[in-house]
C-alpha cells in the first residue's frame, strides 16, 4: 500500500518518461483537459481525474500490444495508488482488458477516450481547422462516416454514453467544451 497520491506534475513527467510522440502526448493532454471538466461538472476531484486522464495511455508508444497490461507493472514501479492503477486499465475494457469501468472516474474516461479523437480530427476538417468554433452536430454527421475517423470505436463510445446515462449529442457536446480550453496546447487552435 502506497501514501503517495500523484499530482499533475508527477502524472506529466510519467508520461514524457515513456511516451515523446506529439500525437500522443497532445492527445493525453486532451483526456485530461476532458476528465477534468466532468470532474466539476459531476462534482469530482479535478485533480485526481486529470492525474488519471493524463496518464491513460501511459503504456501505448513503447508497448502498443501490451497496452493497458504494461502500464500496471510501470505504475507500480513509481508507487502509484491501486485505484489509479484500475481507473487506467478499465478504459481499455472490451478491447483489452476485462476490468470493467465501475466509478463515475472510470465510466467517464471510457467513455470520452475515444471521442476526443473524434472531436479532433472533425475540428482539424475544418475550415478553420478549430475545435473553438467546432458544432455537436459537425461531429455527429463524422461519427455516423464509419469511414472518417475509421479507428475510432463507435460501439465503446455509444457504451460509455449509455453508463453516463448520457444522450450521445450531450455527451459530445461536453468533450469539446472540455477541449477547447486546451485548444493551443492540443494543436486545435487553427486559424480563428
Given at each position: 500500500m502506497?501514501?503517495f497520491?500523484?499530482?499533475?506534475?508527477?502524472?506529466?513527467?510519467?508520461?514524457?518518461?515513456?511516451?515523446?510522440?506529439?500525437?500522443?502526448?497532445?492527445?493525453?493532454?486532451?483526456?485530461?483537459?476532458?476528465?477534468?471538466?466532468?470532474?466539476?461538472?459531476?462534482?469530482?476531484d479535478?485533480?485526481?481525474?486529470?492525474?488519471?486522464?493524463?496518464?491513460?495511455?501511459?503504456?501505448?508508444?513503447?508497448?502498443?500490444?501490451?497496452?493497458?497490461?504494461?502500464?500496471?507493472?510501470?505504475?507500480?514501479?513509481?508507487?502509484?495508488?491501486?485505484?489509479?492503477?484500475?481507473a487506467?486499465?478499465?478504459?481499455?475494457?472490451?478491447?483489452?482488458?476485462?476490468?470493467?469501468?465501475?466509478?463515475?472516474?472510470?465510466?467517464?474516461?471510457?467513455?470520452?477516450?475515444?471521442?476526443t479523437?473524434?472531436?479532433a480530427?472533425?475540428?482539424?476538417?475544418?475550415?478553420?481547422?478549430?475545435?473553438?468554433?467546432?458544432?455537436?452536430?459537425?461531429?455527429?454527421?463524422?461519427?455516423?462516416?464509419?469511414?472518417?475517423?475509421a479507428?475510432?470505436?463507435?460501439?465503446?463510445?455509444?457504451?460509455?454514453?449509455?453508463?453516463?446515462?448520457?444522450?450521445?449529442?450531450?455527451?459530445?457536446?461536453?468533450?469539446?467544451?472540455?477541449?477547447?480550453?486546451?485548444?493551443?496546447?492540443?494543436?486545435?487552435?487553427?486559424?480563428?
Amino acid at each position: 500500500m502506497t501514501d503517495f497520491i500523484p499530482n499533475r506534475d508527477d502524472a506529466l513527467k510519467l508520461l514524457k518518461k515513456y511516451n515523446q510522440k506529439p500525437s500522443l502526448i497532445r492527445h493525453a493532454l486532451a483526456v485530461e483537459a476532458v476528465m477534468a471538466h466532468f470532474a466539476e461538472k459531476f462534482g469530482e476531484d479535478p485533480e485526481k481525474w486529470r492525474v488519471v486522464g493524463l496518464v491513460h495511455d501511459l503504456d501505448y508508444e513503447q508497448f502498443p500490444d501490451a497496452h493497458c497490461h504494461k502500464c500496471v507493472e510501470l505504475f507500480r514501479l513509481h508507487h502509484w495508488p491501486e485505484e489509479y492503477i484500475r481507473a487506467v486499465i478499465s478504459h481499455g475494457w472490451g478491447i483489452c482488458t476485462d476490468v470493467e469501468p465501475r466509478t463515475p472516474l472510470e465510466k467517464t474516461l471510457y467513455a470520452i477516450d475515444e471521442l476526443t479523437g473524434l472531436v479532433a480530427s472533425a475540428a482539424l476538417v475544418r475550415p478553420s481547422k478549430s475545435i473553438l468554433d467546432l458544432k455537436t452536430k459537425s461531429v455527429k454527421k463524422k461519427f455516423k462516416d464509419k469511414a472518417f475517423a475509421a479507428g475510432v470505436d463507435r460501439e465503446v463510445v455509444k457504451k460509455g454514453a449509455e453508463m453516463l446515462n448520457m444522450d450521445l449529442s450531450d455527451l459530445i457536446t461536453e468533450v469539446i467544451a472540455g477541449m477547447q480550453p486546451v485548444a493551443e496546447e492540443i494543436g486545435l487552435k487553427g486559424n480563428l
